[in-house]
């Protein structure tokens, strides 16, 4: 009987030190799981590098083919809501053109294009029970362009002219979420020129048979892109 009376009594003294320890409605193993999770929970992240393997092409026009168009930048998630992009990019396409004195004969040249970018994005809410994200953004360019004469008829070929713009344009792009470090997907951009200016020893070596000049145009870029964030 007296051991069973002071079972009782142990156990009423156990229940009030846990009562004061944790208050109504705590669950001690809860408590202690969610400090766990909480000490072991690893930061958000923050920066990420990314790369664009695509094509550039020019809608306006026929005579200049889709080059290919490689950029790689670093990034920056803002408040981890909008994603702060700046990146270097280099394009190649090759253009054909009247010659100026001989209708019937064609320039080729080659067009060598090197580009600063800078881009905010905004992902969207993924895809109902998928990993996919899509993602919307606006970038802003500046753009040198470097022409090379190829099959020169009555002009030495060579370096001909060189241009630089400014270009403003959208974008738009879904990303497969593999894990919380890489993401793949694809990205487009369409972009419109603000300003251009261009230097040339050949007359007017950047003008197709719509008589505009090549940074005039308008123009986009479909590629498949890569991103770890770290």
């Given at each position: 009987m007296k051991q069973l009376v002071s079972f009782f009594l142990l156990s009423l003294m156990s229940t009030v030190v846990l009562a004061q320890i944790f208050p109504e409605g705590a669950n001690p193993s809860v408590s202690q799981s969610q400090t766990l999770v909480k000490s072991t929970k690893k930061p958000a992240k923050k920066y990420y590098a990314t790369g664009v393997l695509g094509a550039t092409v020019y809608p306006e026009?026929?005579?200049i083919d889709r080059g290919y168009n490689f950029s790689a930048?670093?990034?920056y998630y803002l408040k981890e809501v909008v994603m702060l992009e700046l990146g270097l990019g280099v394009a190649k396409s090759q253009m054909t053109t009247k010659?100026?004195?001989f209708n019937n004969q064609r320039d080729t040249f080659n067009i060598d294009q090197y580009q600063l970018i800078a881009a905010a994005k905004y992902p969207l809410e993924a895809i109902a029970g998928t990993n996919f994200t899509p993602i919307l953004g606006l970038a802003l360019s500046y753009t040198m362009r470097s022409y090379n004469l190829l099959n020169g008829l009555t002009n030495n070929s060579g370096k001909t002219g060189s241009s630089t713009a400014f270009d403003a344009g959208v974008g738009t792009g879904v990303d497969y979420i593999f894990n919380a470090?890489?993401?793949a997907g694809l990205?487009?951009?369409y972009m419109f020129?603000?300003?251009n200016q261009v230097s040339s020893n050949y007359a007017n070596p950047t003008f197709g048979y719509?008589?505009?000049a090549v940074e005039s145009l308008q123009y986009y870029v479909a590629g498949i892109s890569a991103r770890m964030n770290f």
């Open positions: 026009v026929s005579n930048g670093m990034g010659n100026l004195l470090k890489h993401a990205d487009f951009k020129n603000l300003s719509t008589g505009i």
